[in-house]
């Protein structure tokens, strides 16, 4: 990470009121396909990491039980917050929380954990490790919409900032969630330097012989 947590904090705190107004065409075209693919259930509890300012939380949080956005910046929530008791979303609940420690409350079972625009400031080792630690709390699905490198990364007009940001390519970040235990079920490519990974977490051999949450109704219909 080129900053410290506290450094990305108080620079996200200072543009959070202007945020969504500077938001680009590929930072949209993101948040749509993360939120496409996220396909959540009702009765579904989302983690949503890097929330900011809801993007991707608050049309969730129209379909999913339970929406539980992240972020390290209090200006950030301060502006999901409002967004969400403007569109009258009681569902989505926003607090500050991390990659490596989401602050996820005991009572919430993860089924589809998001994340947009975010995890690009940690380095390679600390997208690893965040990535671990999302698996952990055993999601159906995983998707990560990012800035991260499809090619090379043009040194005279990258889609990040070099002096803030750390986009991993896309295939650091295919490795590191496939070590964790998903398969990798679509890779869309928004821009040569944006794209969205979905993965789908991999049931144990003998646990299950269909796609993660099918097990139930294969049973039931060998039952009848």
């Known amino acids: 990470m080129k900053h410290s947590l506290d450094e990305h ?16 065409d590929e930072y949209r075209a993101c948040a749509s396909l993360v939120v496409e693919h996220a396909s959540a259930r009702p009765g579904d509890t989302v983690l949503d ?3 900011g300012t809801g993007a991707i939380a608050l049309p969730l ?18 502006e999901a ?31 589809v954990a998001t994340t947009n625009f975010a995890m690009h400031h940690l380095g390679d080792a600390e997208k690893r490790e965040a990535i671990e630690v999302i698996a952990e709390l055993e999601p159906r699905r995983i998707v990560l919409g990012d800035v991260m490198l499809f090619g090379e990364a043009d040194p005279s ?6 002096e803030v940001d750390d986009p991993a390519t896309v295939g650091v970040l295919a490795d590191a969630i496939t070590d964790a235990g998903y398969a990798l079920t679509a890779v869309e490519r928004v821009h040569d330097q944006v794209g969205v990974l979905v993965a789908e977490r991999v049931e144990p051999v003998g646990e299950s012989v269909g796609p993660v949450g099918d097990s139930d109704d294969a049973a039931a219909e060998g039952e009848s």
């Not at 904090?9 to 107004?21: K, L």
């Open 157 to 162: 007009e990258p889609f990040y900032s070099p």
């Open 61 to 78: 949080a129209e379909t999913a039980e339970r929406v539980v956005g992240r972020d390290i910046s209090e200006g950030m929530l301060e």
């Open 49 to 51: 990491l890097g929330t």
């Open 81 to 111: 917050r409002a967004k969400a008791a403007d569109r009258g979303l009681s569902t989505a609940e926003f607090g500050e929380g991390r990659f490596r420690d989401p602050a996820v409350p005991d009572d919430a079972d993860v089924d």
């Open 9 to 24: 904090a108080a620079r996200f705190d200072e543009m959070a009121a202007e945020y969504d107004d500077e938001e680009s």
